[in-house]
């Protein structure tokens, strides 16, 4: 399994399995394994974040210059276990975990505003205004009994999404 251009084995699979909580079944995992071994432009074991950019909709994400700290430099566990926050059985703990991630770009453990706003831009591009955005995360942060001061921790996040109904969903095409 480090060798991208190996197959994988009963075992392997039985392992990544294990490695994401069985989020995805075997022939997902098959699946997965092959577009990794696509990604894989080099046979290296792992993928870089310029391979992860050939994914049209990867690059198109408005976070993806976000997402390429978390993915770049993954092997195929590491990259099964990032997409496993994307399976439909993942649960929403799993989904904020990797939210919190994304606006925790210096892995301090907390959130400022700022680092909100600055996801909000990335996020709504020109379509909104500095002010917009700051006046809806105020609303926001107020309503969940957050002030724009506030440092938001993982499990502050967990308090004010847990409930939401957040959809993050990937569908895993099995030939």
Do not use: W
Not at 163 to 173: A, H, I, R, T, Y
């Amino acid at each position: 399994m480090g060798n991208s251009s190996s197959m994988l084995t009963q075992y392997d699979i039985e392992e990544v399995q294990c490695h994401c909580n069985n989020l995805f079944t075997q022939q997902e995992i098959v699946s997965l394994y092959e577009r990794f071994c696509q990604l894989d432009r080099n046979s290296k074991g792992y993928i870089l974040a310029d391979e992860f950019l050939s994914v049209p909709e990867f690059a198109m994400n408005p976070l993806s210059q976000r997402l390429l700290k978390m993915v770049d430099g993954l092997n195929f566990k590491d990259f099964v276990a990032f997409l496993s926050a994307f399976s439909a059985k993942a649960s929403i703990q799993r989904k904020i975990e990797l939210m919190f991630k994304v606006y925790d770009v210096d892995l301090h453990g907390k959130v400022s505003f700022n680092a909100m706003i600055e996801v909000l831009r990335d996020l709504s591009g020109p379509f909104m205004s500095d002010d917009q955005r700051k006046q809806v995360l105020s609303k926001l942060l107020e309503e969940a009994g957050y002030s724009k001061e506030s440092h938001l921790t993982q499990d502050d996040f967990v308090k004010i999404l847990g409930n939401s109904g957040l959809k993050m969903e990937v569908e895993v095409p099995v030939d």
